[in-house]
């Protein structure tokens, strides 16, 4: 069982940047994204259940990312818009089965390796 977390990088204030978390091994019900800034703990971001796609956001995401999932792919997708300096971190996807409570990161068994973001002043 595996997840890979690509398509971090480099961006300006106010620019775009799309990641996307392919799971292979088995299937997912619920998949999220937590992320990591240097110094401080790993917070939730968006999750999204398989079955009836509903989606969670943290508040300070909501309204600029926006969380997909292509299940024919087993792949989810964070849209990341309007990106600030403070959305700097690690991104991880994580998975678990579904009905699990979305924004609590002791509730995911699976972890991928993580991508950086850097959003530049």
């Known amino acids: 069982v595996q997840l890979q977390a690509s398509g971090g990088g480099l961006v300006q204030t106010g620019g775009s940047l799309g990641l996307s978390c392919t799971a292979s091994g088995r299937t997912f019900g619920m998949v999220a994204w937590f992320r990591q800034a240097p110094g401080k703990e790993r917070e939730f971001v968006a999750a999204i259940g398989r079955i009836d796609g509903v989606t969670y956001y943290a508040a300070s995401m909501k309204g600029r990312f926006t969380i997909s999932r292509e299940n024919a792919k087993n792949t989810v997708y964070l849209q990341m818009n309007s990106l600030k300096p403070e959305d700097t971190a690690v991104y991880f996807c994580?998975?678990?089965?579904?009905?699990?409570?979305?924004?609590?990161?002791?509730?995911?068994?699976?972890w991928g390796q993580g991508t950086l973001v850097t959003v530049s002043s």
């Open positions: 994580a998975a678990e089965k579904e009905g699990i409570l979305a924004g609590l990161i002791g509730e995911y068994d699976y």
